[in-house]
């Protein structure tokens, strides 16, 4: 059984990847317990002041901030933005980006600046224990003023609205014995503002991106052999002198898996290689170093408050702000894709030269060309999907619109650029699949002894899920395998 995960302590990517893979309960320990109800007690205490006015408290939301609330309305004034803001549409997100969203605005309200009561924590926090996802749609997120649609979606069921899973939450509440919650003053514009759709995405497409990375450097060492290429590129002292990280790791990598290659440390008829085998760490380094600087951005943003007001109990002080604007995370959104979307164009490439009849391998990489098409047609997907990639990386942090009546009149569009992301790191999923259909086709043409042992360790247990080819048959249903193995098996 898993370690439950405690709150108050820092969220890093092991421990977010962690409570993906071994989804552990999570527990609102005293640290956060005190922080949630100090906040929440100063803040019954404000707004018992005659006249005090604060923003979204006893106040209207958006354009309507100088709408003052009577006190007898303000639990009503909480449930009334919950239910208003639910206006998301389009596909139902996945459980495990759902999930994410629940960890991050749990510990976002934990940190005690937000004002909310323990029980509406909790109540978060039971979700996750007990598996309980709410019904969160896609669409519907300008990226500021928070995930406000996303977020609405996702805290309905704690006032008895809405669906976990399929069913309405009232009925799954009553399953479980659980009453719907009564928002108090601040409650529901806590739960709405934050950055907690893109931080889970991002989160999401983080770790997906940190796997194809590391499966890049494998396939292309696989492609480097059955291109009969060159080990000079991959010397330390060219990427010493250059010091740039990800490139010096990758080409380290590259090395390590074929020191032991007879067929790159053989005799060579070319003198140098095409760029897409000899500046593999140029690209698939650079790539590296953008997913290290992403993740620096999204570990500060699970670990931070990103609602509106935000209350300072030592320095008695309630103020708003903007920190539920997303421009960081739509940003950096944009910037990882740009690096995913190369690793899958640079893999194309070698996908291309493996078919095209060069260094002794037959032209589409079988032995009876023109009666079989062999692999040309898989080239033709990649090619497909790398495109699509490309119109994809087209960036949204650099859009806007007005909204609210022109008092939200400037917003990240890091939602679109999140959901964006996640279709390019998938698309390149299946590039980097077929480069490795194509490359395990071309090493049966050279002798498999002689590579290094990580290639024919590789090789082997592909050939475990997809045979050789002999013969033209339906292809699309082994690249669908190949794209199989990059999920199941870690490299």
């Known amino acids: 059984m898993a370690t439950p995960l405690n709150i108050s302590n820092p969220l890093t990517f092991e421990s977010v990847t962690q409570f993906v893979s071994q989804k552990p309960t999570i527990v609102i320990d005293q640290i956060a317990m005190d922080a949630i109800t100090k906040c929440n007690q100063y803040l019954l ?4 002041i005659p006249n005090s006015v604060y923003y979204g408290i006893n106040t209207g939301f958006g354009s309507l901030c100088n709408t003052k609330i009577s006190p007898s309305d303000l639990v009503k004034l909480q ?7 639910a206006c998301g549409m389009g596909e139902i997100v996945p459980d495990e980006v759902i999930r994410l969203m629940l960890l991050f605005k749990i510990k976002s309200l934990s940190l005690g600046y937000s004002g909310v009561k323990f029980d509406t924590v909790q109540r978060l926090a039971d979700f996750i224990n007990l598996s309980l996802y709410p019904e969160v749609f896609k669409q519907g997120s300008l990226g500021a003023s928070g995930d406000l649609a996303p977020l609405a979606h996702l805290c309905l069921p704690l006032i008895g609205k809405g669906k976990l899973g399929k069913d309405l939450s009232l009925k799954i509440l009553k399953q479980h014995n659980l009453n719907p919650i009564k928002l108090g003053p601040k409650e529901g514009l806590a739960l709405i503002n934050g950055t907690q759709f893109m931080s889970a995405y991002g989160m999401h497409c983080l770790m997906l991106a940190k796997k194809l990375s590391s499966w890049s450097n494998r396939i292309a060492a696989l492609s480097l052999e059955a291109f009969d290429c060159r080990m000079e590129p991959f010397t330390p002292q060219i990427h010493e002198v250059r010091n740039q990280k990800g490139q010096i790791e990758c080409a380290k990598t590259i090395s390590q898996l074929l020191a032991d290659s007879q067929w790159m440390n053989g005799a060579k008829d070319s003198v140098q290689d095409p760029y897409s085998f000899r500046c593999i760490p140029q690209v698939h380094g650079a790539t590296q170093d953008v997913i290290t600087q992403v993740e ?4 500060n943003e699970i670990n931070a408050v990103t609602d509106n007001p935000n209350i300072f109990v030592d320095d008695d002080l309630i103020l708003s702000g903007g920190n539920f604007h997303g421009q960081i995370l739509a940003l950096h959104a944009d910037f990882l894709a740009m690096a995913m979307a190369e690793l899958g164009s640079i893999s194309e490439r070698r996908t291309y030269k493996l078919i095209s009849g060069e260094r002794g391998l037959p032209v589409f990489l079988t032995a009876n060309p023109g009666l079989n098409s062999g692999f040309m047609i898989p080239q033709y997907t990649a090619a497909s999907i790398v495109s699509l990639n ?11 619109i007005v909204s609210s009546n022109g008092q939200e009149d400037h917003v990240s569009m890091g939602a679109n650029a999140m959901l964006k992301l996640i279709r390019v790191v998938e698309n390149v999923r299946k590039v980097l699949a077929i480069e490795l259909f194509t490359s395990c086709q071309a090493l049966e043409f050279r002798e498999l002894q002689n590579c290094s042992f990580a290639t024919q360790e590789l090789v082997k247990f592909v050939r475990t899920k997809i045979p050789y080819i002999h013969e033209d048959t339906e292809m699309s249903s082994l690249m669908f395998m190949a794209e199989a193995i990059l999920d199941e098996r870690s490299e």
């Open 45 to 48: 205490n404000k707004i018992d």
């Open 296 to 299: 620096t951005i999204f570990i």
């Open 390 to 400: 490309k119109q994809l990386c087209t960036p949204a942090s650099v859009d806007s």
């Open 79 to 85: 449930e009334n933005l919950l239910m208003s803001h």
